[in-house]
Structure formats: C-alpha cells, structure tokens
C-alpha cells in the first residue's frame, strides 16, 4: 500500500488539491486557509476550511456513494437528534484529478474520547444513551438500510476468516475469540421493524466537550438495521463500570446485549485484519475492543 494510503485505488489528496478544488468551485472561499485535520478516520480525507468549515473528501467509491445520501438526510435527522450532527454546507464536483463528488461541512469542535481516559464515564453513557434513544425515534419512512442492516449470521464467514489470518498472526486467541462469537450467533434475532441507527459509533465519531457527547459525527454507515448496533460504544469507549448504565437507559434485554458484544467484536476484527498496517489507531483501538468483548464474556 502506498504511503499515507489505507485502500487501493485511493487517489492523491493533499492540501494543494482542496486548494484547487476549492478555486474551482467555489472562488468566494479561495482566500480562506487550509490545513490538514490529523485524523484516524478511514473513509475520508478531512481538511479544515477557514475558521468554521470542513471539507470532506471520500477515500473510496463506496464512501462517495455516501456523499449525496448525508447532505439529504443529515437535514432530515439533525433537528430530531439529541446532539449536533454534521450540516452540510455544499456539495462539491469531481474536478482537477479527483474522481467523485465531496462535501463542506460546517465545522464542529470538539475532542475525541479516549477509552480508558473519559472523566466522568457514567454522564457519557447516559449522553450516549440519549443520542441513541433520539436516532430511534426518527420516522422510518423511505430510509435507506443501513451500511451494517445484515444479521449477524451474514458475517460469519468474514469473521472466521479475520479470526484465522489473526490467529496466525499472534495477534489474538482463536478458541477465546470464537467462544464470544459463537456466543453471539445463538442469540435471538430482534422482533420488529428496523429502526435508524448511526451503525458506527465509535470514538473517532464523537465529539466531547467537558466530558460530556457535544457531538456525532460521519452518518456514512447511518440507515435502518437492529438498534443493537447502536450499543457497540458499550466495548468502544465506556469502561466496564459504566455499561450498566448504557444498557439499562436502554432498556436492553440479554439477546439485544449478545448481539451487541457480537457487532462489537466482529466490527473489531475485521478492522484490525483491515488496518493493522495501514492505521495504527484504528488497530490499537480494535485491539482494545476485542479485550473488552473477551473480559466482559
């Protein structure tokens, strides 16, 4: 892989590509500085525009394909969310070698948890219980399922093939890691409708402030699925002391949990199969996750 690069195919983005992009495009902004957001973010390319803008271009042809879905539905859900979300400011061209559409988002400020250092980890799972409860209760009609709406039988054979190229790496115990999953495969599949869900909640996708959710950012994954999706910052972000307090403002039920733990580790795997290389946070933070998962069974 290309230094500096995460998938193959990435194009080539720099500061002097948003520089063009945006004299091209939208000159009223061509004055205005641009700088690199130092991010562990997977999918996009972020650089700060000016004092109070983003802007956000997608690493790969499946994450551009998000890019239209967010501007219109990132409208739709912010004003029935319990935090800020993203507002989409415009939405930029292919153009000066960059091959799909991009996005100006208004900034948002704040500082990304770090598991293991959050201060008051009670208040933040009740935050995080808020914001989910709110993306809940969202009108369903014409929403697009969800990046991660499968069950999670649909994953196995991915699963199983992270746990032996893992395995064979030193990196994780097969039979303690498969004993968590088997565990989640025999939970009860969830009654009901699906429901909106941010499916990515992870700490590089919130924004704190005082210690307490300011904001959720990248709805790339958003949609319908299983609400139990939605608990994986249970083994993300949250200690274990403050779980308890996540699952019961939650209401959740042990088949919802098992399922949860199930996302979580599978989630996890997959991305350090994925990242070990490539994204040394995204590695360290999925390491940290399936320990979670493996000391909470």
Same mark, same amino acid.
């Given at each position: ?59 790969? =042809?499946?994450?551009?394909? !998000? /890019?239209? $879905?967010?501007?219109?539905? %990132?409208?739709? &859900?912010?004003?029935?969310? #319990?935090? *800020? ?67 999670? =039988?649909?994953?196995?054979? !991915? /699963?199983? $093939?992270?746990?032996?190229? %893992?395995?064979? &790496?030193?990196?994780?115990? #097969?039979? *303690? ?90 989630? *996890? ?29």
């Amino acid at each position: 892989m290309p230094a500096g690069k995460m998938h193959d195919g990435e194009p080539d983005i720099d500061t002097a590509l948003v520089r063009r992009l945006i004299a091209a495009q939208f000159p009223r902004w061509a004055q205005l500085p641009v700088e690199r957001v130092d991010s562990a973010g997977t999918q996009n390319a972020m650089y700060r525009l000016g004092e109070d803008m983003v802007v956000r271009l997608p690493r790969t =042809a499946g994450a551009a394909q !998000d /890019v239209v $879905a967010e501007h219109v539905w %990132l409208r739709r &859900l912010a004003p029935a969310l #319990a935090v *800020a979300v993203p507002e989409p400011l415009t939405e930029g061209r292919p153009g000066n070698g960059y091959p799909w559409p991009w996005s100006v988002f208004r900034w948002l400020s704040g500082a990304i948890p770090v598991a293991g250092r959050i201060d008051e980890p009670e208040r933040l799972a009740a935050d995080l219980a808020r914001f989910v409860l709110s993306l809940r209760g969202v009108d369903p009609t014409d929403a697009p399922p969800s990046y991660r709406s499968e069950t999670l =039988a649909a994953r196995d054979t !991915d /699963v199983r $093939a992270a746990i032996a190229g %893992l395995a064979a &790496l030193g990196e994780i115990d #097969a039979a *303690a890691v498969s004993t968590v999953w088997d565990t989640a495969l025999r939970a009860p599949a969830r009654p009901g409708p699906p429901v909106w869900i941010h499916a990515d909640l992870q700490p590089g996708n919130m924004l704190l402030a005082d210690g307490r959710l300011a904001a959720v950012i990248d709805f790339g994954c958003a949609g319908l699925g299983d609400p139990a999706v939605d608990l994986i910052p249970a083994w993300y972000v949250l200690p274990s002391a403050a779980r308890p307090v996540f699952r019961a403002a939650l209401a959740t039920d042990d088949g919802m949990w098992a399922r949860a733990r199930g996302w979580a580790l599978s989630i *996890a795997l997959m991305e350090l199969d994925y990242y070990r290389n490539t994204n040394p946070t995204m590695a360290s933070t999925a390491r940290h996750v399936i320990t979670e998962t493996l000391t909470d069974q």
